[in-house]
């Protein structure tokens, strides 16, 4: 089964950064992504364990 799929613009979007941001997220590798083409798509089951990942426990 196939997840929803994201462009890196609207990952940034959702995320409120700028897309360079979500191409440097991935080409260090932090955020995975799927390849087709010259083009990136985001699965949204990549995205949310990026989110997690990224969580900060402030107390």
Avoid at 16 to 27: C, D, L, M, P, S
Avoid at 31 to 48: D, S, V
Wanted: proline share 2%; net charge positive; glycine share 4%.
């Amino acid at each position: 089964m196939i997840d929803e799929v994201y462009t890196p613009l609207e990952v940034a979007k959702m995320l409120r950064v700028e897309r360079t941001t979500i191409y440097e997220h991935i080409k260090k590798g932090q955020l995975k992504a799927i390849r087709i083409g010259n083009r990136y798509r985001i699965t949204k089951a990549h995205l949310e364990d990026y989110i997690q990942q990224n969580e900060v426990n402030v107390k």
